[in-house]
């Protein structure tokens, strides 16, 4: 089969006539040669056409309700300064929680003002740097931070723009670790009464409004990640506006913005069906609209703040095949494992989250009989798995080229140094060329951290 690969594969990723596979016009033997393996790939214009999608769409949606729309992408999904500035020239806002990606996205020159700073501890250090970048949003996440950020304003002698993260109670996403607005966990502050009748997200949107070096500029909420189903945005968009309806009866203050956050979930596997951003965007732009018809309350400035959605389907990663094991397994099918130069270390999200994924033999074609395999890494660990199951070509051989597709989310930016192990590259990929965004870590990088 040769042509464009389709989902899960960036829309660059092609298969030529003689079985290999291309990303962007460039061969994956030439990147394999040039910058080794493991390496992950990411298809610029992809991940450009992914930016400017979801902001047509949101744009479009609510355009039709007079309501202007802003997109930020979550840096925490993949953070360089190449890609703060592709999503950047592509319109988009960038949404930083630590210092570190503050830093990457300054140095990439996107505004302060286009920032959006996030954090639930964020420390003294992070929030003198955000304040000192004049960033376009703080968002708090507890009381004790109102306080902070109301002083840390003061003493500079600013008054610092808010948002109040706030816990709709919707509980979306593919797996309780990244499912972070129902009530059992660290994010955000309850819309849910407390004992003493206010719930503790309007305690802390009165405080903010209550302190002068605060500037109350609107409500927050992050629902989870990797959902597929738009309705969990549509009820969280409802509560929000419901929240900020109840807010100016209270204290006669309309705020001006709402965010929904992210997690608008990916295809990871043939045959999956991605979110659909237009659907999205129109399922929520009707709640908002339809919350601001009940409540008697003027729209709202909208957000959101795509990661996974952006970066995710334009990576993958590329692995050089070493040891294959066929393991006989209890019920007599046999298992080959087919051991790759990467692993845990460059993407734990099988081991943590039991995420799937798709591989395939990229470097050839083949017309073995495909065999029952599981791709494991080189670590010390039985639960270092990259992919648990997927049909590979029978005469799948060391030295072969794998790649697993839509690796571009959570993975470098997750990866570790396990096993000192160093971190791959990731290789920039565009009209035919290739560049290096991250240069590979070496163990005179993991030595160099080592003061003996
Ligand atoms: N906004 C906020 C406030 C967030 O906490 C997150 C993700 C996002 C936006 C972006 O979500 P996305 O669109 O990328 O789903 N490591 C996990 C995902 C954790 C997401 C944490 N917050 C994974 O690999 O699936």
Redesign the pocket.
């Known amino acids: 089969m040769t042509g464009p690969l389709g989902e899960p594969w960036s829309s660059g990723s092609t298969r030529t006539a003689d079985g290999s596979l291309s990303v962007a016009g460039v061969d994956v033997h030439e990147l394999a040669a040039r910058f080794g393996t493991p390496a992950y790939v990411l298809d610029e214009a992809d991940l450009r056409a992914r930016a400017r999608g979801f902001r047509s769409a949101f744009e479009r949606a609510f355009a039709a309700l007079g309501c202007e729309v802003d997109v930020?992408y979550?840096g925490?999904?993949f953070l360089s300064r190449a890609v703060a500035r592709w999503v950047h020239e592509e319109g988009l806002r960038v949404?930083v929680?630590t210092g570190g990606e503050l830093a990457v996205a300054l140095a990439a020159g996107v505004p302060g003002e286009h920032l959006g700073m996030?954090g639930n501890n964020k420390s003294d250090e992070e929030i003198a740097a955000a304040l000192d970048a004049g960033v376009g949003r703080l968002?708090a996440d507890s009381l004790v931070e109102i306080d902070r950020l109301a002083a840390a304003a003061a003493a500079r002698g600013l008054v610092a723009p808010v948002m109040v993260?706030v816990t709709t109670g919707v509980h979306a996403?593919?797996?309780e670790?990244?499912s972070?607005a129902h009530e059992d966990q660290k994010?955000g502050l309850s819309m849910a009464a407390g004992p003493g009748g206010d719930s503790p997200a309007m305690t802390a949107l009165l405080a903010v409004l209550d302190r002068p070096s605060l500037r109350l500029l609107g409500i927050?909420s992050?629902i989870?990640?990797?959902?597929l189903d738009p309705t969990g945005f549509e009820v969280a968009a409802r509560r929000v506006l419901e929240l900020r309806a109840e807010l100016a009866a209270r204290a006669g203050v309309l705020v001006e913005e709402v965010d929904l956050?992210?997690?608008?979930?990916i295809a990871y596997l043939p045959g999956e069906e991605p979110m659909d951003t237009d659907e999205v965007a129109d399922g929520v732009a009707a709640a908002v609209a339809a919350a601001a018809r009940d409540t008697r309350t003027a729209l709202p400035r909208f957000s959101v703040?795509?990661?996974?959605?952006?970066v995710?389907p334009a990576g993958l990663t590329l692995y050089t095949v070493g040891t294959v094991k066929p393991v006989r397994l209890d019920d007599g099918r046999v298992r080959t494992y087919v051991s790759v130069d990467g692993g845990m270390s460059d993407n734990?999200?099988p081991a943590?989250?039991g995420?799937r994924y798709h591989a395939e033999v990229v470097g050839r074609s083949s017309g073995a009989e495909p065999v029952l395999a599981r791709v494991v890494g080189k670590h010390c660990e039985s639960g270092d798995i990259v992919v648990h199951e997927v049909q590979l070509p029978g005469d799948v051989h060391a030295g072969d080229l794998l790649a697993v597709p839509a690796t571009g989310?959570?993975g470098r930016?997750?990866a570790s140094t396990y096993n000192l192990v160093p971190r791959p590259p990731v290789v920039g990929v565009r009209d035919g060329a290739a560049r290096v965004l991250l240069r590979r870590e070496t163990v005179a990088d993991l030595l160099a951290l080592d003061e003996g």
């Open positions: 930020y979550a925490k999904a949404d929680a996030h968002v993260r996403g593919g797996h670790y990244i972070t994010f927050h992050h989870g990640s990797q959902i956050g992210g997690g608008y979930g703040e795509p990661g996974r959605a952006i995710g734990i999200r943590l989250y995420a989310a959570y930016s997750m």
